[in-house]
């Protein structure tokens, strides 16, 4: 089934990125012809970002196709981070076009030459804006949808198109009705916006492979599948492994009541990564057990007053996996720091002797963990 949904998303991407080809084909045609006929610098380099959205909706094809590749011996988890690279390979692309197109607008600025509009460039300017900004809106709708970074980006830089149009337009008609040349100069503002657009989508890009923060809603919305078990009292530390869009492996820890025998435990585990897997397409290869006190009020009580001391230092955002053995003595619990602690040995201590000073007969485990899912 996930297999058949890839394939479907893939088809999508290719079919998407074809239309954005033609029509990108058709207006580098129709602006370099106008550009050179009118001797218009910033018709030309309007035409040159349209050649370069070509060439990113090449990449964002051969991305797909890549990402779509199965698994192999040297790639266990598949080639779904190929599409973080063709995006970044856009972003390139674009960075090029930029910086060449800035280039080329300074030396207008420098030696200046006047463009001669016509009635038909004008209007041929007009249609071009309108169709990149249904082209636009187009693309970038279906890379929501399918949740592809590099068709979201080529939409985003077909709607900055758009914009870079309507001022190669507007510094037209200035001319036009009062004889100013503002050519060269809405050329380098093209250059500027078009390098930005290309730093943008770089970063987002190289965020993905580096292993960005997963969407909150998502994280909320495994955990609430997860305490849907019977018996399951906590969910914490839900790590997702991102292998491409809508490709994840992923681990958890669920917290559980301390009479759970291990073949129910063993049960409730294999039932957890088919729900995961069947409603989200996301597969958890490993759940770690945390076991909670339920014979004992005395412990209830220690719970309650240790949580207190924990939660009192600055920088803990949670307390949980709280477990209590009366015969060895001892009190073990985990606690969750933000990343704004600088020094998180030294919290760790302070904790630690807290909880020893009211219970100095135990001994005391704490374990801290980064903040991934909070």
Known sequence: MIDVQNKLRS??????????????????????????????????????????DVLSSSVTIIGSKLSEKKADKEHPLGHGRGEYL????????????????????????????????????????????IIKIILGLYTKRIGRKVESQALTASGTDALVDALISTSVLASALIFI????????????LIS???????????MESIDEILGKRVDKTLINKIKKTICEDHGITGVYELILHNYGPKKYIGSVHIEVPDTMTADKIDVLERNIVDNILAKYG?????????????KNPEIAEMHLNILKIAMNFDGVLQFHAFYVDLDLKTIRFDIILDFSVSDKRKLHSEIKEAVKKVYPDFKIYIRTEINTDI
Do not use: H, R
Not at 22 to 29: E, G, K, M, S
Not at 33 to 48: E, K, P, Q, W
Not at 178 to 187: D, F
């Open 177 to 188: 009705v009062y004889k100013i040349s503002l050519e060269a100069y809405v050329g380098a």
């Open 86 to 129: 063709s995006a970044m390979i856009v972003a390139s692309i674009i960075l090029y076009a930029g910086i060449t197109s800035l280039i080329e607008s300074i030396k207008k600025i420098i030696t200046p030459k006047f463009a001669e509009y016509s009635n038909v460039s004008i209007f041929i300017i007009s249609i071009s804006i």
């Open 192 to 202: 500027f916006i078009i390098i930005k657009s290309g730093i943008k989508i770089l």
């Open 11 to 52: 088809n999508i991407i290719i079919k998407t990125s074809i239309i954005g080809i033609v029509t990108n084909i058709l207006l580098v045609i129709l602006k370099a012809s106008i550009g050179f006929f009118t001797n218009s610098i910033a018709i030309i380099l309007d035409a040159v970002n349209n050649l370069s």
């Open 282 to 294: 996301i597969f958890l290869t490993g759940i770690s057990i945390y076991s909670i006190n339920t």
